[in-house]
């Protein structure tokens, strides 16, 4: 029996993170998804999430295995939706940037990440998460389904190859 956790990351720990992060790169360069091929998440991303608190890694047997940052909102990206937000009023937190290892993937750890992720958050009182992802990306899309967000519609952002991204919500 394997034991996983998730633990808050390190400025000591980007140099276990990146190779996670360009691992996913890859893995959605070959399903044929344009998403993180402009660059975008690089080490100043990840620093930046590791320097403001929001970094967080998936530990499987005493290793990371996956990576994510959850911000608290508001969002400037969630700010301006085509659609609606279900609940617009009560703060939230985003989830952004999962990232699994290729030597964990198909584990259904993506899914695990985000369950502890939200139970934590719960636990400190939060009610209502967003996360957003490329139109294309079929994986994240089914993750989130699976967990319970709902597709809210599509909200737009900076990235040079497509600005568009599905945005989901979930409520509890």
Not at 8 to 20: R, S
Not at 79 to 84: A, E, H, L, M, S
Not at 151 to 160: E, F, L, M, S, Y
Request: charged share 25%.
């Amino acid at each position: 029996m394997s034991l996983i956790y998730i633990c808050q990351a390190a400025k000591n720990d980007l140099e276990q993170i990146m190779p996670i992060i360009d691992e996913a790169k890859k893995f959605l360069k070959e399903e044929g998804n344009p998403q993180w091929q402009s660059g975008y998440p690089n080490v100043e991303t990840i620093t930046a999430d590791i320097e403001n608190g929001v970094a967080w890694f998936l530990i499987v047997d005493q290793k990371i295995a996956g990576y994510t940052a959850i911000t608290d909102g508001p969002d400037p990206n969630y700010k301006k939706i085509d659609g609606k937000w279900n609940n617009d009023l009560d703060p939230y937190v985003a989830i952004h940037r999962v990232a699994i290892s290729d030597e964990y993937r198909g584990m259904h750890l993506a899914s695990y990440l985000m369950s502890s992720l939200i139970s934590m958050h719960y636990a400190e009182g939060v009610r209502s998460y967003r996360v957003d992802t490329f139109r294309t990306n079929d994986v994240v899309q089914h993750i989130v389904e699976d967990a319970g967000f709902v597709k809210r519609g599509n909200i737009k952002n900076t990235d040079p190859i497509d600005p568009y991204r599905v945005a989901f919500e979930l409520n509890l």
